[in-house]
């Protein structure tokens, strides 16, 4: 993602800020580990994704952020999904041949097609990322 002020001064809540990252590659690595949606006061409901950053326990929600799902004028909240790395294999342990999709995804869902990410690769993005 590209890391602002907004993001690295936050707190907790979920992270709304749609200008974080505008315009910038993405610098820093995180993992995804969930998915929620919360009640506004307002009536409404927002979906968002839980992360762990790296920053340790004093940074955020204990070391987690809550960033709104969906994408923003084309984009990412902070361009978190512009260029995910996404494990490819039956395991969580690491080995010598565990591999990584690190190829720049695509931005709408009729972007990515198989023969241009993987079958795996946009199964996985269209399923988790695109609405």
Known sequence: YGSDKSFTHYRAGIFRDTECGAGKAPNHSMVMVGYGEQNLEDGSKV???????TWGDNWGEKGFIRIARGMYNGRSICGLLERPSVPLGGSFLPSNN?????????????????YKYGLDTCNFLVQHFFE
């Not at 968002?48 to 950053?53: K, P, V």
């Not at 565990?98 to 198989?114: E, L, M, S, V």
């Open 47 to 53: 979906k968002y994704w839980i992360l762990q950053n």
């Open 98 to 114: 565990t591999k990584h999709d690190t190829r720049p995804t695509a931005t709408k869902q009729n972007d990515c097609t198989p």
